[in-house]
């Protein structure tokens, strides 16, 4: 029976308590931001879409191995003597770039936001922004280049490098044929002096086998 | 309302055809408003805004969704019961609406005088668990008809308390018509029946009882539109939607349009029964204050509080479980009316 009544009493005192912070919540302010109008101040490296600041990229390729959904694509052309990447040749730190990137996307409508591309990059130039607003209807639009040079100016890189390449190889047959040349001439002048050498091995050899 | 619609159109069809509208329209609106009302007041309780895109307050949110919902297509599960799938949801707000024939609006404005109101109304009320057990039966959707069942369970066991605690005030006044009810708290604040009613300093005694009263027949009568916290029928988390599962489109709209009209009239009966129906706060003080366009604004006062005052409690509570919702009619809310009865009937001996 007393129970009875306690059960009561617990009912009607928790309702009117719960009841009593909802009517009291009524008249707090709301805590909803409106968003499209009204925004928070998001941190600058928030983790959201990627930036690549070309300035300082050496092409290292350590992001795109980094991902998990392979979602960049980095293409590099090496430099040929003469030539130098950008304006000044070297990253913000003094690094040598020793490669002209030619094609560097990223897909993000497979990035996963997983921020594990950010931190194996050697001069910390890829890194996520506060940038969250970039969905699109199309998914090409989510491939994103950053690569600082224009198709023309990286095939014309790849034809430079092409170049130089074949003028190295022609350099290097023309070596390899002069060493060859050199070889073989070294070869016979051996071999002419070999015969009276061998003559004589055999002759010790001979020596010793009837010792 | 029917002396004054016989005088304008005569003793015609037409004119029993013209009672119910106003009486229709308030509803719509009132249930267009209600629902925008429940997601204002449910967002200011948890901190929130709630709908402000459409009009400047979302005045027209649930218009819109209104509209939005006629131009749904109606789904009809397979292997339903085609016709019962469709008229449940009609039976469902006809019952909700048929109440509102003897809810007294004011002195004047009622649908009809009958000399058993109340005992229509609890009756033609409860006719809306045929619809919600014919709308889970037809659905040929075992959740729906789980959500069915419960809805008939509770319904049926809450029509005992409520009828009950209804019945202390049909005691008190000796009479079952509702705008009888209303006259006999005429005299301010102090003679509505929550206070006792009418009477000499002895009707103290009563103040207690009566209030019990009140609160449990607010209780049952939250269980009978199945609101929260008795919403068992609907049980988002166990029963999806209840029997509104496989509704769509107007049909979906119309159980919607039942439960906001059912909450309205059991909020009328109860401002009737107990909170003076039409009458005004200061009685004769004020006689300008009773004439009949401000009753009507009394009841509608009285009977928006007592709304809110459900919406403020679906928001407070969580739902009860089907074990909880039985121990409570029958263990609690029962005995309780049942003492509150022999106690009335007490003092009714002693004091009259
Ligand atoms: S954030 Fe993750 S998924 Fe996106 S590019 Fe970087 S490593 Fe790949
Ligand atoms: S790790 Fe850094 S430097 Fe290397 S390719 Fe990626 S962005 Fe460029």
Not at chain 2, 39 to 51: D, E, F, L
Request: proline share 4%.
């Amino acid at each position: 029976m007393k129970e009875y009544f306690k059960h009561i009493y617990q009912t009607v005192s928790t309702i009117s308590i719960g009841m009593n912070i909802t009517f009291k919540q009524m008249f707090q302010k709301s805590v909803t931001i409106q968003y499209p109008e009204q925004r928070l101040q998001l941190p600058e490296r928030e983790r959201n879409r990627l930036f690549v600041n070309m300035e300082d990229c050496i092409g290292c390729d350590q992001c795109a191995k980094a991902c998990p959904v392979s979602c960049i694509d980095i293409e590099t052309v090496k430099v040929i003597p003469g030539d130098v990447v950008g304006k000044t040749g070297v990253t913000s730190q003094g690094k040598k770039k020793a490669l002209h990137v030619t094609d560097f996307t990223i897909d993000f409508a497979k990035c996963c936001y997983c921020q594990l591309c950010v931190f194996p990059c050697p001069t910390e130039c890829i890194y996520m922004t506060d940038v969250f607003e970039f969905s699109s209807f199309n998914r090409d639009v989510l491939k994103y280049q950053f690569a600082d040079l224009s198709p023309e100016q990286g095939a014309e890189k790849k034809e430079m490098y092409a170049k130089y390449a074949l003028e190295q190889e022609e350099k290097k047959k023309q070596a390899a044929i002069e060493a060859a040349a050199k070889k073989a001439a070294d070869e016979k002048s051996k071999a002419e002096e070999k015969p009276a050498d061998e003559k004589k091995e055999t002759d010790s050899k001979t020596d010793n086998k009837e010792s | 309302m029917e002396n004054i619609f016989t005088q304008w159109f005569g003793n015609s069809l037409l004119t029993y055809i013209l009672i119910p509208v106003p009486i229709l329209v308030y509803v719509s609106v009132f249930a267009l408003y209600a629902v925008l009302a429940e997601r204002k007041v449910s967002a200011w309780m948890q901190n929130r805004i709630g709908p402000n895109r459409t009009d400047k307050f979302g005045l027209l949110q649930t218009i819109l969704d209104g509209l939005k919902l006629v131009q749904k297509e109606i789904v009809n599960p397979t292997r339903s019961d085609k016709l019962y799938f469709r008229m449940a949801p009609f039976i469902v707000f006809t019952a909700a609406f048929m109440g509102y024939a003897v809810l007294p609006f004011s002195s004047v404005f009622m649908g009809v005088n009958l000399n058993i109101g109340l005992f229509y109304f609890f009756s033609i009320t409860s006719l809306g668990v045929v619809g919600v057990l014919m709308a889970g039966w037809a659905s040929n959707n075992k959740y729906s008809l789980y959500g069915a069942m419960r809805t008939v369970a509770q319904i049926v066991s809450y029509e005992i308390p409520t009828a009950l605690s209804a019945i202390v005030v049909v005691m008190l006044t000796g009479t079952l018509s509702m705008n009888n009810y209303a006259l006999a708290q005429s005299g301010g604040i102090f003679n509505w029946f929550i206070f006792g009613g009418p009477g000499d300093i002895y009707k103290i005694i009563l103040i207690p009882i009566m209030v019990i009263s009140v609160v449990i027949l607010f209780i049952s009568t939250l269980a009978e539109t199945n609101r929260t916290p008795f919403d068992l029928t609907e049980a988002d988390s166990e029963l999806v939607a209840g029997v509104h599962i496989e509704y769509s489109g107007m049909l979906f709209a119309m159980f919607f349009f039942a439960e906001y009209a059912q909450m309205f009239a059991v909020s009328g009966v109860i401002a009737t029964l107990f909170l003076g129906g039409w009458q005004s706060p200061f009685g004769d003080l004020i006689p300008f204050l009773n004439t009949p366009v401000f009753q009507v604004l009394w009841f509608l006062g009285k009977g928006l509080f007592l709304v809110f005052v459900q919406i403020w409690l679906r928001w407070t509570l969580p739902r009860v479980r089907i074990d909880q919702l039985m121990t409570m009619c029958w263990k609690y809310l029962i005995p309780i009316t049942l003492v509150n009865l022999f106690l009335v009937g007490l003092y009714m001996l002693i004091f009259k």
